[in-house]
C-alpha cells in the first residue's frame, strides 16, 4: 500500500530552522512528482512548494527566499528545507505525491514557531 510519512516537525523560534522529510512506499518514485502544502486554524490548505519528476521547483511569495524543496530518489524521500521561519509559518505541513491517475497526502506534521 501506498503511504507518505512526514517527520521533522517541531517547536522552534522565530529565525531557526527546520528541515521536514517525507519517506514514500511507492515504487518508481523518480516518476512521481512531489509537494508539501500547510493548514494553519481556520485557514485553507495552501502550497508551499513542489518539485516534478523532471526537477522543476514552484514556491509561493510567501516563503520563496526561506524554503527549498528537494527530492533524493534514492531514499525515495521529498525534503523541505525551512529556514527563517516566522510565526505566520505555524501550520500542519503535509507531504504530497502524485502522477496522471493518482494522489496521495501523508498525515502531516506540526510546525509551530514562537515568537
Known amino acids: 500500500q501506498v503511504q507518505l510519512v512526514e517527520s521533522g516537525g517541531g517547536l522552534v523560534q522565530a529565525g531557526g530552522s527546520l528541515r521536514l522529510s517525507c519517506a514514500a512506499s511507492?515504487?518508481?518514485?523518480?516518476?512521481?512528482?512531489m509537494g508539501w502544502y500547510r493548514q494553519a486554524p481556520g485557514k485553507q490548505r495552501e502550497l508551499v512548494a513542489t518539485i516534478t519528476s523532471g526537477g522543476t521547483t514552484n514556491y509561493p511569495d510567501s516563503v520563496k527566499g526561506r524554503f527549498t524543496i528537494s527530492r533524493d530518489n534514492a531514499k525515495k524521500t521529498v525534503y523541505l528545507q525551512m529556514n527563517g521561519l516566522k510565526p505566520e509559518d505555524t501550520a500542519v505541513y503535509y507531504c504530497?505525491?502524485?502522477?496522471?491517475?493518482?494522489?496521495?497526502w501523508g498525515q502531516g506534521t506540526q510546525v509551530t514557531v514562537s515568537s
Open positions: 511507492a515504487s518508481i518514485f523518480s516518476i512521481r512528482n
Open positions: 504530497r505525491m502524485w502522477r496522471d491517475y493518482s494522489d496521495y
